[in-house]
């Protein structure tokens, strides 16, 4: 306990929070905890013990008494707080198992029996750990509060790039601090001194000195520049070697020209201006007096600092110079002696001050040591500035091998070239000195300044840029950017001064960016941005004729992936490059022949009179397509489907929408059967509309609680009990009414809605198969529910269907999953991995619309099924077509002699039931014994004993694929 200034107690124990649904254990539980100095609190619900959560360092939880209830308090505590500890106790191992999800969130786990030491000792434990990580937190805090903080830019840099930076350093450079992470320290250094610095500072990040210095001017982000300073040292963080560093602003420093202005004025103004700052102190450092000046340099009253020690004062590092300047002060009486030393400004700024200190200890008015102090920070700061500047420029004039600089005279001759122009152009500068600039650097081909005056930059001082032609000393021609400003002394032009360097790579490379940005790198025919740019162009170029046309074909091989797949990439690359030119051959000039990119491509048709000519290039690209592909050694075939839009310049319509209108004219072509052109109408774009507000209907319809789950019997046709149901989805749409699923099961299973909404059906079947197992006694009522594709790709499949089983208490073997035939076919290898681990839950598998689909029947024996489902189109026609009699005997056999159960669908009339009967089917399903049913109507069915065979006389037939499938 510690006492407050009000007299009140307020309590310093560590908090825990014992949860337990049993009252008496949680009595125990604290009993036991009294032992600790801990403060223990005990809700008597867990509502109040989830209020109590941010006021503990610890919660307990009693699993003697498992409940979901409990688990669900577990797993939210852990979302609302996931640092506090978590220890789960009194677990019996023989008992149910823990839900994973209550397992993941645990930080400690206590089995039953739990011996008293053993849960103190895990307690004392964890909250020792809670309090090591508050603290770190702490620290980390302020540590990060004094980077922040701090009126230099702070950065940690690796691999290449920025991973961290304080508001300062992103201040500097005019960039929000999260897009800092994104550049490199080459986007931060300006044009004109880019190539030296970079260079610089890549060496050091390969040498090994265990520092770096330099000065330069920044590019922030708006374009403008400013002076900086930047520090880096090599640290390791952890594992990884990393760059930490600072960088400071000195863009308010005097200028070169400043600091280099006569030296006599210089001074004169510092007298005049009163800057210096007289303090007398004892021989052991005490002051005794301290001019009024030192309130204006430092912020501090003179009143204050006497009486205080000047060694105190002082910067630490500076404190030993101060001393032994003292010392040797008072063994030399009457002579001075100058130091330099920093002293700590009001603002918290070290100023760094040079003092020049006499011996006037025996002085009988002064009595002590008499030190006249000048503040020089800035000079010091300048003076380093311009040694810097100086340097930089002559490794930057001497140095740089890319960019020569030269001064030319009124003449327009060379007097001047550095170095580097060698490098560039082959010549030795002596060589050029007094020849005519045009004459070597080539006359002007392009300016950024109209208003410049070629050789001689602008009159009013500001550059100018050009872009020249050279010539080579070796003959060969170099592209040149020339930058020059005039050389002004006394407002006369005296000659210009200027840089040159070789851009001629740039510019090649511009040109290959330009081709990249709006052609395709496969086929080099244009792409999509290229495409739309000329259908604009063309739709403004028609504006005035209203008779005028246009077209667009929008075009996708037919089957190319299959290509792809089985002949490799390469093969499909080169039919598409073959593609490409079959289309060339076929189109006008004026017409454009794009790639978007995969197999589709775009054709603009300028200037036709209507459909019929676009329905003419349509055929006639499909005829030329359909001829055979000589790729890789062997004969490939491929086809095309085709959309087709017609535009004009009067069309409201931008390029973007005849595109997409095209599209779907495409898509309808392939959906049809590929291989075929079909012409854009109004009723697409319709559909299409319907389609979209379906999807986006869709998305809120579990929400909203418009879903349903139907129940439609299975009949055990030996005993003609009532077996099970199977799960079907419905939506009750409030303003459409009922919507079958075929109308919205295609669109959930594209767009991938389709996995929320089985989700929600599997977990709504268990929980309805619980009470109805209940309410009828018969623990071996089971429920089916069909798995979509996309369901089955899930990695968390397996954990759905698990906790789907745990929640709703029902037995694994009472759930039969069904999956079809397409979805084995489309990854085997991967189903088989996710039946056989669904197989250990206990779960029943069984393979839907047997017989319709494109598996093989060496699928029966290699993956984990316990039964087959034939498809309701052999069953329906048992009775009128012999044939179907057969197939559906043929496949009752297999089924036997594989040991799988089967069941029959499609169940119209009596006649069937016989039929299946005799032929061995274990279970059947159909109208004859119901319609599917909402969970209370389904329900009355369990009371039915023998069924009733009365068949349904309303209604037709579910649709195949009426299921979350």
């Known amino acids: ?428 500068p002596q060589e050029l000195i007094g020849e005519m600039c045009a004459l070597v650097l080539g006359e002007r081909r392009s300016d950024r300044d109209d208003d410049a005056s070629p050789g001689h930059g602008r009159a009013d001082g500001h550059r100018a840029s050009y872009t020249v032609s050279a010539r080579h000393k070796a003959g060969h021609a170099v592209i040149l950017e020339r930058v020059e400003s005039p050389v002004v002394r006394a407002g006369q032009v005296e000659g210009v001064q200027g840089f040159a360097r070789d851009v001629s790579e740039r510019q090649r490379m511009e040109a290959a960016l330009r081709q990249a940005a709006f052609h395709d790198a496969l086929t080099g025919l244009p792409n999509r941005m290229l495409f739309s740019d000329r259908l604009a162009q063309a739709a403004a170029r028609l504006a005035r004729k209203p008779e005028a046309r246009f077209a667009i074909l929008y075009l996708d091989l037919d089957r190319f992936k299959v290509v792809n797949d089985s002949l490799g990439h390469g093969v499909g690359d080169e039919l598409l490059r073959t593609v490409a030119h079959r289309l060339r051959t076929q189109m006008r000039p004026e017409d454009t022949v794009a790639r978007f990119g995969g197999d589709e491509f775009a054709i603009l048709l300028e200037n036709v009179t209507g459909a019929g000519d676009a329905i003419r290039v349509a055929q006639r690209i499909l005829d030329r397509l359909a001829a055979p592909y000589e790729l890789g050694g062997q004969e490939v075939f491929t086809s095309a489907s085709i959309g087709i839009v017609l535009g004009s310049g009067e069309d409201a319509e931008g390029p973007d929408q005849l595109l997409r209108s095209a599209d779907m004219a495409m898509y309808r072509a392939k959906a049809i059967g590929g291989s075929l052109y079909e012409l854009f109408d109004e009723k697409m774009h319709a559909d299409a509309l319907l389609r979209l507000q379906v999807e986006t209907e869709l998305r809120y319809a579990v929400e909203r609680g418009e879903l349903r789950v139907h129940y439609q019997p299975l009949v055990d046709l030996v005993t003609n009990r009532l077996a099970g149901f199977e799960a079907l989805i419905r939506w009750a749409h409030p303003v459409r009414g009922m919507i079958p699923p075929l109308d919205f099961i295609g669109i959930a299973e594209e767009t991938g809605h389709i996995v929320a909404l089985g989700k929600w059906v599997l977990e709504t079947a268990c929980a309805q198969l619980r009470e109805w197992q209940v309410t009828s006694g018969d623990r071996e009522l089971f429920v089916a529910v069909n798995l979509s594709s996309r369901q089955l790709r899930q990695d968390d499949l397996v954990d759905q269907v698990r906790n789907a089983v745990l929640n709703s208490g029902i037995a694994g073997r009472t759930l039969k999953l069904e999956i079809t035939e397409s979805m084995v076919v489309e990854n085997t290898d991967r189903v088989a991995r996710t039946l056989g681990r669904l197989k250990e839950l206990g779960i029943q598998l069984f393979m839907d619309d047997f017989g319709t689909g494109f598996a093989s029947l060496s699928y029966l024996h290699t993956l984990p099924l316990d039964g087959l489902k034939i498809d309701r189109s052999f069953v329906s026609r048992m009775h009128t077509d012999h044939r179907h009699s057969l197939l559906v005997s043929s496949m009752i056999t297999l089924a036997r002699r594989l040991g799988l159960s089967v069941v029959a669908e499609g169940i119209e009339v009596a006649e069937h039931v016989d039929m299946l009967a005799d032929l061995g089917c274990d279970f059947g399903q159909g109208y004859h014994f119901s319609r599917p049913r909402e969970a209370d109507a389904a329900a009355e069915l369990l009371s039915s004993s023998p069924w009733v065979r009365a068949a349904e006389a309303d209604g037709t037939a579910d649709p195949p694929l009426a299921s979350t499938a």
Not at 14 to 25: F, I, N, T
Not at 366 to 375: E, K, L, P, Q, Y
Not at 383 to 410: H, I, M, Q, W
């Open 1 to 428: 306990m510690r006492t407050l200034a009000d007299g009140s107690l307020y309590d310093t124990r560590p908090g825990v929070l014992v949860v337990s649904l049993d009252p008496k254990r949680r009595a125990a539980l604290a009993e036991e905890l009294s032992r600790e100095p801990v403060k223990v609190l005990c809700p008597p619900s867990l509502g109040a013990a989830m209020t109590r959560i941010t006021h503990v360092d610890l919660v307990l939880v009693d699993a003697g008494n498992p409940s979901l209830e409990l688990w669900e308090f577990c797993e939210e505590l852990r979302r609302r707080d996931p640092h506090i500890p978590l220890v789960l106790t009194g677990h019996d191992p023989e008992g149910p198992a823990l839900p994973e999800g209550v397992v993941s969130v645990m930080d400690d786990r206590l089995s039953h029996p739990v011996r008293p030491d053993d849960l103190l000792a895990a307690v004392r434990g964890r909250l020792r750990g809670r309090a090591a990580a508050l603290a770190l937190r702490s620290e980390t805090a302020r540590y990060r509060a004094i980077l922040e903080s701090s009126h230099a830019g702070a950065f940690i840099f690796q691999n290449g790039g920025f991973s961290y930076v304080n508001a300062r350093f992103a201040d500097l450079f005019g960039y929000p601090a999260r897009e800092m992470t994104a550049l490199t320290f080459e986007q931060l250094v300006s044009s004109e001194e880019h190539s030296g610095v970079t260079t610089r500072f890549l060496r050091w990040c390969e040498g090994d000195a265990p520092t770096f210095r330099d000065s330069f001017r920044g590019l922030r982000k708006d374009g403008r520049v400013n002076q900086v300073e930047f520090h880096a040292s090599r640290v390791r963080l952890g594992e990884r070697r990393a760059i930490t560093g600072t960088v400071f602003d000195i863009a308010r420093l005097a200028t070169a020209q400043e600091v280099l202005r006569d030296t006599e004025e210089y001074f004169r103004a510092l007298i005049e201006g009163a800057l210096d700052i007289i303090t007398v102190i004892d021989p052991d450092g005490v002051i005794l007096y301290e001019s009024l000046s030192v309130e204006s340099a430092l912020g501090v009253s003179a009143k204050d600092a006497v009486g205080r020690n000047i060694f105190d004062l002082v910067h630490r590092a500076d404190a030993d110079q101060l001393r032994a300047a003292v010392k040797r002060l008072l063994m030399s009486p009457g002579a001075t002696l100058t130091t330099r030393c920093r002293f700590r400004a009001q603002d918290g700024e070290w100023r760094l001050f040079e003092a020049t200190g006499r011996d006037l200890v025996e002085d009988p008015v002064v009595g002590g040591i008499v030190f006249n102090s000048r503040d020089i920070t800035d000079h010091h700061a300048a003076a380093d500035a311009v040694r810097s500047s100086e340097e930089r420029f002559r490794l930057l004039v001497e140095g740089n091998k890319e960019t020569f600089f030269y001064v030319l005279g009124l003449d327009h001759r060379f007097s001047y070239l550095s170095p580097s122009v060698h490098a560039v152009l082959g010549y030795e």
